[in-house]
């Protein structure tokens, strides 16, 4: 146990070391070079800084990197989560149609050529109403069972996906449409202040509900009888984690589009260091989660003139690197 | 302690009854054997008598209180279940699945502590599989297996452990050692086990009382000696069964002993009969 814990808190350390490094390192780099007196400046409040640098830290790069960093922690969280409470290897944050939902709320205040906080609440919105209305065609008597969930949100996730199209379908060709692929592709780019303050809330409320029932986590993977007879309220653990897990997704789709990938595969990169036990793999997730999407972003704006959006750089970049791990590891454990 | 069954009655929704008019009690340091057919509602019976089922009729006591009206915290504190081995989707150490048992001693928020760890170990110990406890369940055997989840049942300190065929697909060595450990548990311990087999000689062996489940729903409940006779075994199970003792020096053991059935021919021709 003694050298377990010693290990623990080298990781957690180091992970929150690299999570501070890389976010310095992400402020800097960018079309308006920042050195690291300017920043160091600029949160001191000690020494001369321009307005321009001030106004490009706190308004720009700051809001940005905190928004990757929360929500690739929050996705991976979600991932893991929805991972343990279907007992499937193979879920994901959308598999409940929360992500199409959101995608819905926000392409539909495109069309409508709303303002960008109308567009998020809208795919907030739509993101938990798709979550409402799978868990209302999934409730059987004395609760939802997982496949049954899992089959109204393939139903719900289709339904929505549908009228994604139609949106599309019906948009301006010249401009809107542009818009609308852009935003499915995910992007960070066009985030401010205010996104991170509407959206924030909901992510960090819902990483705290899993992180806190997260040793809970590894008996809801058990046949859902045998759950029951350690005692465990399972329905009701496993309404809060959907609950938790769903604020996550809707609040990311609704601040930076949607952003495969981070979901499926930052928690088995957690589970191939540290085994199942949803103990580690929570807090891994929210680490990893954290650093991925931060070092994605980084890249998509800095790589190109002109932005690339996240979903095809977490696929280039992940997918090679997730191949790398289950060879050196040898898999997760089965 | 005390757990007893009540005229338990059980029925799906619309269906034939399946469980009709159970009625059995069980005591500290006692062991109750659960006999029948596939598909004679064994499971079934489990299932409703630990409350994960609802009765159709009648009720479960533990302590003559309703097992409805307790807290399901406090029940499974005191009934430590096994189920049938199965793997789950994601595996586990097998410290990190007994120490799951402990789940009824814990708040929902809270984890497992020094204390639970202490229990873990002291209940891997007494079933024998402490050596495995950084082990994963997939790379241990499968009586290794079955022996860490009666660990698990074990952890929440039950004073009644409910077993679903825990000696079911083991090789003789590992029925013996689940058998015995039962055994030893209920002796020395003093808990009460409940527990479903397919082995008429094992329920004779080890058991204290037997329940015999016939394909109509209705059952019968007494002493082992008693319910497991020829009789009763051939209507419960529709094969002929002939049973011998065998006189060892130190013990006299009971063998069951199957013949080959004609009841089966004579079904199918009667079924090619209504055909033409």
């Known amino acids: 146990m003694e050298t377990r814990n010693v290990k623990n808190t080298i990781w957690v350390v180091g992970t929150i070391l690299v999570i501070v490094l890389l976010s310095i390192v992400a402020i800097m780099l960018g079309r308006y070079q920042l050195t690291f007196q300017e920043i160091w400046s600029a949160f001191t409040r000690t020494g001369e800084i321009s307005d321009m640098a001030d106004n490009v830290i706190f308004n720009i790069r700051l809001p940005r990197v905190l928004i990757a960093l929360l929500a690739g922690a929050g996705l991976a969280t979600a991932g893991g989560a929805f991972q343990a409470v279907f007992s499937n290897p193979l879920a994901a944050p959308d598999t409940l149609g929360v992500a199409t939902g959101a995608s819905f709320g926000a392409v539909l205040g495109i069309l409508f050529g709303l303002p960008s906080l109308l567009i998020q609440s809208s795919a907030l919105a739509f993101g938990l109403l798709a979550v409402g209305l799978v868990y209302f065609v999934g409730r059987t008597k004395g609760g939802a069972s997982p496949v049954m969930l899992i089959l109204s949100g393939i139903v719900i996730s289709s339904l929505f996906s549908a009228l994604v199209s139609l949106v599309k379908y019906s948009a301006d060709p010249q401009d809107v449409l542009p818009a609308i692929t852009f935003w499915l592709m995910g992007s960070l780019s066009s985030v401010t202040r205010e996104t991170l303050y509407t959206g924030a809330p909901f992510l960090l409320v819902g990483i705290l509900l899993i992180f806190l029932l997260r040793w809970k986590l590894n008996a809801l993977t058990l046949p859902q009888e045998e759950a029951q007879s350690l005692g465990i309220p399972v329905n009701q653990i496993r309404a809060v984690v959907i609950l938790g897990a769903s604020m996550i997704t809707a609040a990311a789709v609704s601040m930076c589009g949607l952003i495969g990938w981070v979901g499926l595969l930052i928690p088995h990169i957690a589970r191939m260091l540290f085994g199942n036990n949803n103990k580690y793999v929570i807090p891994a997730s929210i680490g990893f989660g954290a650093i991925f999407l931060l070092v994605i972003d980084t890249v998509a704006r800095c790589v190109s003139a002109s932005e690339i959006p996240v979903s095809i750089l977490t696929a280039i970049i992940g997918a090679p690197f997730f191949i790398l791990l289950l060879r050196r590891t040898g898999g997760f454990r089965l | ?276």
């Open chain 2, 1 to 276: 302690m005390t757990f007893e069954v009540k005229n338990g009655g059980f029925r799906y929704h619309g269906e034939r009854e399946i469980l009709r008019d159970v009625s059995f009690q069980v005591k500290d340091a006692e062991i109750l054997s659960v006999l029948g057919a596939n598909g004679a509602g064994k499971t079934t019976l489990m299932k409703c008598m630990l409350g994960l089922l609802r009765w159709t009729s009648g009720a479960s006591f533990l302590n003559g209180k309703d097992v409805r009206t307790l807290k399901s915290k406090a029940f499974w504190r005191e009934v430590g279940y096994v189920p049938q081995a199965k793997l789950p989707s994601f595996v586990y150490t097998v410290g990190e699945m007994v120490v799951m048992g402990r789940s009824s001693h814990l708040g929902e928020l809270s984890q497992p502590g020094e204390k639970d760890w202490q229990k873990v170990d002291e209940c891997l110990k007494t079933v024998g599989i402490f050596h495995l406890k950084d082990k994963l369940c997939s790379r241990i055997s499968g009586g290794e297996y079955q022996m860490a989840l009666i660990a698990r049942a074990l952890v929440s300190d039950p004073s009644l452990l409910v077993l679903d065929e825990p000696e079911s697909n083991l090789d003789f060595k590992n029925q013996r050692i689940v058998l015995d450990t039962i055994s030893w548990l209920c002796k020395e311990k003093g808990l009460a086990a409940i527990l479903n087999t397919h082995y008429p000689e094992h329920a004779v062996e080890i058991s204290h009382k037997a329940l015999l489940l016939f394909p109509d729903g209705t059952s019968l409940a007494g002493d082992a000696k008693d319910v497991i006779g020829e009789k009763n075994l051939e209507k419960a199970f529709d094969v002929p069964v002939r049973i011998c003792t065998i006189d060892l020096p130190e013990k006299k053991y009971t063998c069951v002993l199957t013949l080959p059935s004609s009841v089966q021919h004579k079904k199918t021709e009667e079924l090619y009969e209504q055909h033409e």
